[in-house]
């Protein structure tokens, strides 16, 4: 399990400038973020694997990047206009507004006429200790009735053009999904596709969530990296049909991608999706859940759609979104499976797991163990003393250097121990510290060895290296995926 708590990584996110609360300075917004210097670079090194492994590495992929504003009527092809609701009630008195399956298991106000109308907070499904009531009252102000469950659309609408008019209604895309089905055609006749083969979009998405939290875990704005795969049912593969054996693959290949930049397996398990918890379109769905603080819940779900979306754009919008198989001289429309991932509760599932909090002598060092290419920065330069400018120049000069290839910070502002459990906290795997026997003492007639030391995070082992050698050392630690044992056995050790 990962040592941290969701309020330790809420702290440390605002603290060292990962994420911050949307408008904060006029009291925030209802469940938006914005991510900070180190944030936006964890956020886009997320989506760059994820672009570079499932799009750019296979021969089976394309990309996409539709509009966030689409058509309104594909959102009543997709079905979201009618189902993209969920039953949510309101208080009468403060007005507040529940999901109406959330008002009975949230902790709730109670005014205890057994106590003289005494006020107490009462645990979620439980009854008063004193007078033995349960809740019917609004849970949060314990005053007001609840109005009947009525059905809330989700989708954010706006109005597109200058007239706000019915006529002009359209949403803000709850999904990137749907800009790939609309696409589908379009995609097919520009690069003569043959089946099975997938489209893939990173994008924000809006969802008018009514009850969101746990910190970006469920927001209102937030970005999906999807791949919509487009398969020929009457395949067979592995013995059964295309869809069904790719569903597993897809399964497979998106959880060892998130075991391969770091999550720990014991923190994911996968959840089968039965009877009503099936969406509409889906012939069977698998969540890939992670071990948050809150408890197991959805990093993100593997869906088999069937050719349910492109079936329905077909008859919305008049166009035929077939496929012809050569092979049996037939059109058909694709099934599809859908891998659709959270790059928001992916950014806070890699957060989560690679805290770590260890004693090194004597006290407490907090290490962000992220893997090498998720890590925000690549490498701190970090001059031993500030006051000799030879040092300080050569930092300057080193980490000019390196940026061209790594993101590079140079940093002076604090003591060495400081500024190394500084990197640790956000990740950091390398610092390069340049010192007096660097630049040599001309006081002392001593001349410079040209080397400085690599201290790496994990180990805080230190090696001294030419500094000639490092675009090279760092091209094989950073880009080449060398282990940092086997390219520290080729230099010696410095002390600690
Ligand atoms: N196209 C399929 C689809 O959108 P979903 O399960 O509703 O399926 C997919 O969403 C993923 O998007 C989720 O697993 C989660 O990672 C992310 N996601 C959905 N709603 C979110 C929200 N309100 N805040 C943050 N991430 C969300």
């Given at each position: 399990m990962?040592?941290?708590?969701?309020?330790?990584?809420?702290?440390?996110?605002?603290?060292?400038?990962?994420?911050?609360?949307?408008?904060?300075?006029?009291?925030?917004?209802?469940?938006?973020?914005?991510?900070?210097?180190?944030?936006?670079?964890?956020?886009?090194?997320?989506?760059?694997?994820?672009?570079?492994?499932?799009?750019?590495?296979?021969?089976?992929?394309?990309?996409?990047?539709a509009?966030?504003?689409?058509?309104?009527?594909?959102w009543?092809?997709?079905?979201?206009?009618?189902?993209?609701?969920?039953?949510?009630?309101?208080?009468?008195?403060?007005?507040?507004?529940?999901?109406?399956?959330?008002?009975?298991?949230m902790?709730?106000?109670?005014?205890?006429?057994?106590?003289?109308?005494?006020?107490?907070?009462?645990?979620?499904?439980?009854?008063?200790?004193?007078?033995g009531a349960?809740?019917?009252?609004?849970p949060?102000?314990g005053?007001?009735?609840?109005t009947?469950?009525?059905q809330?659309?989700?989708?954010?609408?706006?109005?597109?053009?200058p007239v706000?008019e019915?006529?002009?209604?359209?949403?803000?895309?709850?999904?990137?999904?749907?800009?790939i089905?609309?696409?589908?055609?379009?995609?097919?006749q520009?690069?003569?596709?043959?089946?099975?083969?997938?489209?893939?979009?990173?994008?924000?998405?809006?969802?008018?969530e009514?009850?969101?939290?746990?910190?970006?875990?469920?927001?209102?704005?937030?970005?999906?990296?999807?791949?919509?795969?487009?398969?020929?049912?009457?395949?067979?593969?592995?013995?059964?049909?295309?869809?069904?054996?790719?569903h597993?693959?897809?399964?497979?290949?998106?959880?060892?991608?998130?075991t391969?930049?770091?999550?720990?397996?014991?923190?994911?398990k996968?959840?089968?999706?039965?009877?009503?918890?099936l969406?509409?379109?889906?012939?069977?769905?698998?969540?890939?859940?992670?071990r948050?603080?809150?408890?197991?819940?959805?990093?993100?779900?593997?869906?088999?759609?069937?050719?349910?979306?492109?079936?329905?754009?077909?008859?919305?919008?008049?166009?035929?979104?077939?496929?012809?198989?050569?092979?049996?001289k037939?059109?058909?429309?694709?099934f599809?499976?859908?891998?659709?991932?959270?790059?928001?509760?992916?950014?806070l599932?890699?957060?989560?797991?690679?805290?770590?909090?260890e004693?090194?002598?004597?006290?407490?060092?907090?290490?962000?163990?992220?893997h090498?290419?998720?890590?925000?920065?690549?490498?701190?330069?970090?001059?031993?003393?500030?006051?000799?400018a030879?040092?300080?120049?050569?930092?300057?000069?080193?980490?000019?250097?390196?940026?061209?290839?790594?993101?590079?910070?140079y940093?002076?502002?604090?003591?060495?121990?400081?500024?190394?459990?500084?990197?640790?906290?956000?990740?950091?795997?390398?610092?390069?510290?340049?010192?007096?026997?660097?630049?040599?003492?001309?006081?002392?007639?001593?001349a410079?060895?040209g080397?400085?030391t690599?201290?790496?995070?994990d180990?805080?082992?230190?090696?001294?290296?030419?500094?000639?050698?490092?675009?090279?050392?760092?091209?094989?630690?950073?880009?080449?995926?060398?282990?940092?044992?086997?390219?520290?056995?080729?230099?010696?050790?410095?002390?600690?």
């Amino acid at each position: 399990m990962s040592a941290a708590s969701m309020d330790v990584i809420v702290s440390l996110c605002k603290r060292r400038g990962f994420v911050f609360q949307s408008s904060e300075i006029y009291g925030g917004t209802g469940s938006c973020w914005d991510y900070g210097p180190l944030g936006v670079e964890l956020r886009n090194n997320i989506k760059r694997i994820w672009w570079r492994d499932f799009v750019q590495q296979r021969d089976d992929m394309v990309g996409l990047d539709a509009s966030i504003l689409m058509h309104p009527t594909v959102w009543k092809a997709s079905g979201h206009v009618d189902n993209f609701t969920d039953p949510m009630v309101d208080c009468r008195e403060c007005k507040r507004r529940f999901r109406a399956d959330q008002a009975g298991t949230m902790d709730w106000t109670h005014y205890c006429p057994a106590t003289k109308g005494n006020k107490f907070t009462i645990k979620g499904g439980e009854r008063c200790p004193h007078c033995g009531a349960s809740r019917t009252l609004c849970p949060e102000c314990g005053k007001g009735e609840l109005t009947a469950p009525r059905q809330f659309n989700l989708m954010f609408k706006t109005f597109m053009g200058p007239v706000e008019e019915d006529a002009a209604v359209t949403y803000l895309r709850p999904e990137t999904a749907q800009g790939i089905f609309v696409n589908f055609d379009n995609v097919l006749q520009a690069t003569r596709r043959k089946l099975p083969f997938g489209i893939a979009q990173i994008g924000k998405a809006f969802r008018n969530e009514i009850t969101p939290g746990n910190f970006i875990f469920r927001s209102r704005e937030f970005e999906q990296m999807e791949i919509e795969y487009f398969v020929n049912p009457h395949d067979q593969l592995d013995g059964r049909p295309a869809d069904e054996a790719w569903h597993d693959r897809w399964i497979a290949e998106c959880q060892s991608w998130f075991t391969r930049y770091g999550l720990d397996p014991a923190n994911l398990k996968l959840h089968e999706h039965l009877g009503d918890e099936l969406a509409h379109y889906s012939k069977r769905t698998v969540d890939l859940l992670y071990r948050f603080p809150m408890g197991w819940n959805e990093l993100m779900g593997i869906a088999n759609r069937t050719d349910f979306d492109l079936k329905q754009h077909a008859k919305f919008s008049g166009k035929s979104l077939t496929y012809f198989d050569e092979e049996r001289k037939e059109h058909l429309v694709p099934f599809v499976i859908e891998p659709s991932a959270g790059v928001d509760r992916a950014l806070l599932a890699f957060l989560l797991d690679a805290y770590q909090e260890e004693e090194v002598r004597g006290e407490k060092r907090v290490v962000l163990r992220l893997h090498p290419e998720l890590a925000p920065i690549k490498i701190a330069v970090l001059p031993l003393l500030k006051k000799r400018a030879e040092i300080v120049a050569t930092g300057h000069d080193l980490r000019h250097r390196l940026a061209r290839r790594w993101l590079t910070l140079y940093d002076d502002t604090a003591a060495i121990g400081r500024l190394y459990r500084r990197q640790d906290e956000v990740g950091t795997p390398y610092c390069v510290t340049v010192d007096v026997k660097t630049v040599g003492d001309p006081d002392k007639g001593e001349a410079g060895d040209g080397k400085v030391t690599i201290r790496e995070r994990d180990t805080m082992q230190q090696i001294r290296v030419p500094m000639a050698d490092l675009e090279t050392v760092f091209g094989r630690l950073l880009d080449a995926g060398t282990s940092w044992s086997e390219v520290a056995a080729g230099y010696p050790r410095a002390e600690g």
